[in-house]
T-cell receptor, first 118, second 109 residues
Framework: GAVVSQHPSWVICKSGTSVKIECRSL??????MFWYRQFPKQSLMLMAT?????????EQGVEKDKFLINHASLTLSTLTVTSAHPEDSSFYIC??????????????FGSGTQLSVL | DAKTTQPTSMDCAEGRAANLPCNHS???????VYWYRQIHSQGPQYIIH???NNETNEMASLIITEDRKSSTLILPHATLRDTAVYYC??????????FGTGTSLTVIP
């Protein structure tokens, strides 16, 4: 149990377009989800905390207008990279914390989305 | 910000125990110690976590010192598939996870 599905696994887009990445908790409810980005050979960097029914909380230095987060339901959060540029190319990973039940103190991670902006 | 310090890399012979250390000297009383690993181009995989007591599951053992300022993840019989980057994270229940640089473990045949 406790599966987090992330879609798409990889995406290639042209510079200036927007890309949406979905993160779903398949078998549990998650009021809180998190979005990370990871550059090659580097660690995961927390971008924002996504809260169902309210605005996301962004980490310092992350542009909220660039990375739009919507957490419309207890099982779905989306990250939209707006007006993508080559420097936005990265591996994006979501994670979710289950609202109740066993192991609700740990995070479950999606498999990641590799974004390449041409 | 990450509150942990780990060695950058380690090697381990296949079949031997891999012992991965982590320092978290500023850990507070209600923060858990979590271990995750990441295989190239995948999302992090949960391994184990603990608060005060040592923990063991089917993947690994977690040894936390009495003062809780450091811990060791033990993979009892390392296999080639255990080659990955291992992250030690400290966090309170409900809080964010901040990743440090992790330890790149290479299991050698």
């Amino acid at each position: 149990g406790a599966v987090v599905s992330q879609h798409p696994s990889w995406v290639i887009c042209k510079s200036g377009t927007s890309v949406k990445i979905e993160c779903r908790s398949l078998d549990f409810q998650a009021t809180t989800m998190f979005w990370y980005r990871q550059f090659p050979k580097q660690s995961l960097m927390l971008m924002a905390t996504s809260n169902e029914g309210s605005k996301a909380t962004y980490e310092q230095g992350v542009e909220k207008d660039k990375f739009l987060i919507n957490h419309a339901s207890l099982t779905l959060s989306t990250l939209t990279v707006t007006s993508a540029h080559p420097e936005d190319s990265s591996f994006y990973i979501c994670s979710a914390r289950r609202d109740r039940g066993p192991f609700n103190e740990k995070l479950f991670f999606g498999s990641g989305t590799q974004l390449s902006v041409l | 910000d990450a509150k942990t310090t780990q060695p950058t890399s380690m090697d381990c012979a296949e079949g031997r125990a891999a012992n991965l250390p982590c320092n978290h000297s500023t850990i507070s009383g209600n923060e858990y110690v979590y271990w995750y690993r990441q295989i190239h181009s995948q999302g992090p995989q949960y391994i184990i976590h603990g608060l005060k007591n040592n923990e063991t599951n089917e993947m690994a053992s977690l040894i936390i010192t009495e003062d809780r300022k450091s811990s060791t993840l033990i993979l009892p019989h390392a296999t080639l598939r255990d080659t990955a980057v291992y992250y030690c994270i400290v966090s309170q229940t409900g809080n964010q996870f901040y990743f440090g640089t992790g330890t790149s473990l290479t299991v050698i045949p």
